[in-house]
């Protein structure tokens, strides 16, 4: 099984202000990697897929990089709607995994 | 518009049963394999189970192998989960989730609104 690990746990940032999440893999997933974004009480809602390809109706403000097995999720400056729990997840292997998430708060 | 529509979750006891299902529209149903992942409370999300698009191919992720089941009706559009010998660790928000294409080891997009089964006495 990839074990997905994601760093850090919680970063506690200001409006306005850029961040930088990670995700890394046990072992290579290529590019077959995707990010999702969950607030309290809501499904998770796909933010980037391919590692790097931003989904539909999603803000030009978050983008993706990495391969093989390290990955970032960056959101260039956070908006209030933004304060969320994030998850990155694999699709090279059976089973599908997802890193624990990585809850951005307000600061 | 893509919707899937989880429904069936509750309050069960240790070793009791429940069967979720999740209406699907505004997509070929019929042409897509479809998956569960749950979410224990305050926990991250967690695959359960996938049935491919004609119903043949089932998996199971280990912590339910034997104890829970997949289904579909394509006729109807739904996606279902017999969930059997229920455990306190079963206690999640269950979600079904579409894949972008057919095959299942892919991302997921969108999500049902999820259903909560409680385990407990």
């Known amino acids: 099984e990839i074990v997905m690990t994601q760093s850090p746990a919680t970063l506690s940032v200001s409006p306005g202000e850029g961040v930088t999440l990670s995700c890394r893999a046990s072992q290579s997933v290529t590019t077959n990697l995707a990010w999702y974004q969950q607030k309290p009480g809501q499904a998770p809602r796909l933010l980037i897929h391919?590692?790097?390809t931003t989904a539909t109706d999603i803000p030009a403000r978050f983008s993706g990089s990495g391969s093989g097995t390290e990955f970032t999720l960056t959101i260039s400056s956070l908006q209030s709607e933004d304060f969320a729990v994030y998850y990155c997840?694999?699709?090279?292997?059976?089973?599908?995994?997802f890193g624990q998430g990585t809850k951005v708060e307000i600061k | 518009e893509v919707q899937l529509l989880e429904s069936g979750g509750g309050l069960v006891q240790p070793g009791g049963s429940l069967r979720l299902s999740c209406a699907a529209s505004g997509f070929t149903f019929s042409n897509y394999d479809m998956i569960w992942v749950r979410q224990a409370p305050g926990k991250g999300l967690e695959w359960v189970s996938t049935?491919?698009?004609?119903?043949?191919?089932?998996y199971y992720a280990d912590s339910v192998k034997g104890r829970f089941a997949i289904s579909r009706d394509n006729s109807k559009n739904t996606l279902d989960l017999q969930m059997n010998s229920l455990r306190a660790d079963d206690t999640a928000v269950y979600y079904c989730?579409?894949?972008?294409?057919?095959?299942?080891?892919?991302?997921?997009?969108?999500w049902g609104q999820g259903t909560l089964v409680t385990v407990s006495s």
């Open positions: 391919g590692a790097f």
């Open positions: 997840q694999q699709y090279s292997y059976w089973p599908l995994t």
């Open positions: 049935i491919s698009n004609g119903g043949h191919n089932t």
């Open positions: 989730a579409k894949p972008a294409s057919r095959s299942s080891l892919n991302w997921f997009d969108p």
